[in-house]
């Protein structure tokens, strides 16, 4: 024991005591997952578990002629780019905006970030009442302007627009927060110094604030990719993928094949690798282009 002990308290081994958690809980919740996800879409297996058939690469097959999936494909790229471009520019306009610290700056900040902190069962039941087409807010007022009814969460070609909204409305604070930290590590000589040239704020913002920030603004860019692909707990709880599809991704159209009546864990699991593949991809040559522009 006092061997264990010592060998572990050396400088050069210590710090493995600390990550160890970290390490841990990624393995348990990331690394044997994805693992286990490769290994059942080789199989046919029903959510029992109760058996499991070699299948080889027909789920992949299956998933690629399956209609439905690449609807949802569709559908989530469509998402993608709703959601991707307003969350990441709009962000860093308004982080840009409230950048500085005084009393009016802190208040929007706390106000753009209170939805991050509140879980999107809540969000979505929200918005459903607000945008419910007989008794939402939203609808009423629309009614007493003579505009006559909208049915935002039923109606095809509208519906993902305001999935999109509200997805962007959710978690676009701490985007907005994290450009904040980095605007403010600028060092503040440069906008001085610019106004002594006769730079105006949108020429000290195109000319110091994004070149500064332009890793943080990739690593947002990156990060949201990833999170707009994986879309699900939003369109679940606001639509469940209706009207007739038109707002269910990829992420839903998984579980719902994973945990229906006719589920399949093997094709369900294909789809996910498939689905990992795309975002491996993209990221990928996020990175690079990354690397090619802070070469």
Known sequence: MKRIMKYWNQPSTSPYVFVAPSIILLLMFSVIPLLTAFGLSLFDVPITMNKADFVGL???????KDRRFINSLKITAIFTLLEVPIQVIGALIVGALVSKNNARNNFFRAIYFLPVVCSATAIGIMWRMILHSNIGFVTACLQTMGLGRINFMNTPGLTIFVVSFISVWRSFGISAVIYVTAIQQVPSSLYEAAQMDGAGPIRQFCSITFPSVRPTFWYILMTRFA???????????????????TTESTVTYIYSRAFS???????ASAMSVILFGVIMVITIMMYRRMNKEDA
């Open 227 to 245: 999170g707009a692909l994986q879309i699900f707990d939003i369109i679940y709880i606001t639509t469940n993928g209706g009207p007739n599809y």
């Open 58 to 64: 027909e789920n992949f097959t299956d998933a690629f």
């Open 261 to 267: 009546s006719s589920s399949s864990m093997g094709y």
